[in-house]
């Protein structure tokens, strides 16, 4: 069966401190992956995504980065957190060719920048 | 007009009630219509795909009007345990396997 993991699950860190959030899946193979972020009380936005090692579209400017090492790691990470980086960090995957897209998410990283 | 618009709620009812949560949509190329339920501070689940003909899954049935790009989730018979916010998602035809997301419906189903 396939299962997604997010590490941290919680973190807290001071303006200007570098960020790096971890996400893997297993049980499949060549998945396409997301980040989203959910801010306090609104919808979820995506802010990456990426269909194979190496290629990551940025859906919005912003100072986080996304890489993809592996075909089966996906990483946010930024140089120097905001303030307005806090929120719920959320990856997502799906597998393709099931022609209806369905996400599944991780479990989400709680972010507090302080 | 918003991509994928749902009303916020909350949606206060009794055990046993029927509820319906309705979504519109603005594209509409949108090929692949999902019902994600999202429990407070966790991550959204996907509760069901909602295909052209409608479909039911025990005490939930999703419908499908493409001609007014409108969803509904209709639930039946509710348990506390639904309680939870309910997320409209739509995919967006432009960027292959991306989803919009609406802000959700906020439940609460009272003893």
């Known amino acids: 069966s396939q299962t997604i993991h997010q590490w941290p699950a919680t973190l807290v860190q001071p303006v200007g401190s570098p960020l790096s959030l971890e996400c893997t899946v297993e049980?499949?193979?060549?998945?396409?992956l997301y980040w989203y972020r959910q801010a306090a009380g609104r919808g979820l936005q995506l802010l990456f995504y990426?269909?194979?090692?190496?290629?990551i579209s940025s859906e919005v400017p912003q100072n986080l980065s996304a890489s993809r090492p592996q075909d089966r790691q996906f990483i946010l990470s930024s140089k120097k957190l905001l303030l307005s980086d806090s929120g719920f960090y959320l990856c997502?995957?799906?597998?393709?060719?099931?022609?209806?897209?369905?996400?599944?998410f991780g479990p989400g990283t709680r972010l507090t920048v302080t | 007009r918003k991509e994928v618009e749902q009303d916020p709620g909350p949606f206060n009812v009794p055990e046993g009630a029927t509820v319906a949560f309705n979504c519109t949509y603005s594209?509409?190329?949108?090929?692949?219509f999902f019902w994600y339920r999202q429990d407070c501070r966790k991550e959204p689940k996907l509760l069901m795909s909602?295909?052209?003909s409608g479909n039911e899954d025990g005490r939930f049935t999703a419908q499908l009007n493409r001609a007014s790009q409108y969803i509904s989730l209709l639930i039946r018979d509710s348990k506390l345990s639904d309680s939870a916010t309910y997320l409209c998602?739509?995919?967006?035809?432009?960027?292959?396997?991306?989803?919009?997301f609406g802000k959700g419906t906020k439940l609460s189903v009272k003893p």
């Open positions: 909602v295909y052209s």
């Open positions: 049980g499949t193979s060549n998945p396409n």
């Open positions: 990426s269909v194979g090692i190496g290629q």
């Open positions: 998602v739509v995919n967006t035809p432009v960027s292959q396997g991306n989803l919009i």
């Open positions: 997502a995957y799906d597998a393709r060719g099931t022609g209806w897209n369905e996400q599944y």
């Open positions: 594209n509409s190329a949108s090929q692949s």
